[in-house]
């Protein structure tokens, strides 16, 4: 006779029939340790004794309570680690958002920071102005983290710009020379300014960006956002790799929704962060009051606005910045060859292709037009007179592409001198 422990192991269960516990009972014992699995149907105490009888005990339903225990355990563990995959995810969430919270707050505090230098020195320190060094007495170059202001007035002689030539329902002209607004119509409107968004969005990239040559592969986000929302596009390939140089061009010359998107991608890692910075530039240039933009390509937005007085001054900066120049006066540019287009896109500044055999008083050397239905046609050009005047027309509402051409034809011509 043998006497044993209680065991989740049915295996190790004595068959024989002889069985005496440590008691010398012949049957076996309770211990404080075992869990009752069963309903009470599996044991009988057939003498009394308070005890189960191992005879009638069911080795068949106690397999199918250990089955059912092992399967609610590993459930319950699987529970147990999708919880903490959860907890964790929703951490990393919450210290990201914090992340990017400060490092925005940051930003325009810097911001606000150099606003208020600027705001309390008595003249304002132009890019290429010199000053002197009160120490050394020698002329230094000023800073190029000095922004230029733009602002322009009405000139005495200001004319209206309008007549039966003319379909554009907002307009302005300024002499870059005089800063004065000498052409105007109802210039102060708030406009949609639809793909003239674009000159902020290569200004804005320009001076954040110091490798132009630099590759980027266009991601499918960039040709799925064109797509998408019905934008131009310059037809790039999803994975095509091109330079940063192409992403510009093909923002200003095709429009293209696919370039302006992955420029914008590529410049701040993501639109929100992009459309934060194309904001800080509208403020920095002093025109927050009037200007706010939801996008860096000029999808219609209630939110999404300015005036053409304000896209004067966005043109202006553009114009002074020497890539942004170089790029809003190409007629024509070839991207970079690739896999996907061996012989590279050709694309082309219609607007200034249509007006360069016309009649203006003078040479249209950049431009950028625009279209959405709530905007009609629209278009932002800066030109030199014949006389080698300055000057930057912008207009808006007007009810075809040719007609808003032929409106700066007209305001060129006849507005200038």
């Avoid at 065991?7 to 869990?35: C, F, H, Q, Y």
């Avoid at 708030?190 to 490798?211: F, G, H, Q, W, Y």
């Avoid at 950049?366 to 009609?376: D, E, H, I, L, P």
Wanted: glycine fraction near 6%; hydrophobic fraction near 35%; charged fraction near 25%.
């Amino acid at each position: 006779m043998k006497e044993y422990e209680n065991t989740d192991n049915i295996d190790n269960l004595p068959e024989e029939d002889g069985v005496v516990s440590a008691s010398g009972s012949g049957i076996r014992e309770k211990t404080e340790t075992e869990i009752d699995l069963n309903d009470g149907s599996e044991y009988e105490d057939t003498d009394g004794s308070g005890t189960e009888d191992v005879d009638v005990y069911d080795r068949e339903r106690w397999q199918k309570k250990l089955a059912a225990m092992k399967r609610e355990k590993i459930r319950r563990q699987k529970m147990f680690r999708l919880a903490r995959i959860g907890i964790t995810l929703g951490v990393l969430l919450i210290a990201g958002t914090v992340f990017f919270s400060v490092r925005h707050a940051m930003g325009k505090s810097s911001g606000d920071d150099a606003d208020i230098d600027q705001d309390v020195a008595e003249e304002p320190v132009m890019l290429t102005e010199l000053r002197e060094d009160p120490e050394t007495e020698e002329p230094v170059k000023a800073s190029s983290s000095v922004t230029k202001h733009y602002s322009y007035t009405e000139a005495d002689n200001c004319e209206l710009l309008g007549g039966d030539n003319m379909t554009s329902a907002n307009a302005i002209l300024v002499n870059l020379n005089t800063n004065e607004i000498v052409g105007q119509r109802d210039y102060r409107a708030r406009i949609v300014p639809a793909s003239m968004t674009k000159v902020l969005t290569v200004l804005v990239a320009a001076e954040n960006i110091e490798d132009y040559n630099d590759p980027v592969t266009i991601t499918i986000e960039a040709t799925d956002y064109a797509y998408s929302n019905d934008c131009s596009s310059v037809g790039f390939a999803e994975n095509e790799v091109v330079t940063v140089e192409d992403l510009f061009y093909g923002t200003i010359l095709s429009s293209g929704g696919d370039a302006a998107y992955q420029l914008a991608l590529y410049t701040a890692g993501s639109m929100d962060a992009f459309i934060d910075m194309m904001n800080d530039k509208l403020d920095e240039l002093g025109l927050a009051g009037s200007a706010h933009f939801t996008n860096c390509v000029g999808l219609y937005d209630e939110n999404h606005y300015c005036t053409v007085y304000d896209l004067a001054v966005i043109m202006n900066a553009a114009m002074d910045n020497e890539f942004c120049r170089k790029v809003l006066s190409a007629h024509q540019y070839t991207t970079s060859c690739t896999e996907q287009h061996p012989e590279g896109i050709t694309i082309s500044n219609w607007f200034l292709r249509r007006i360069e055999d016309k009649d203006t008083g003078g040479e249209v050397i950049g431009a950028k037009t625009g279209f959405v239905v709530q905007s009609k046609n629209c278009a932002v050009s800066y030109a030199e007179s014949n006389t080698g005047v300055p000057y930057i027309c912008v207009t808006a509402s007007a009810h075809s592409a040719w007609r808003c051409i032929y409106d700066h034809v007209d305001i060129y011509k006849n507005h200038t001198n």
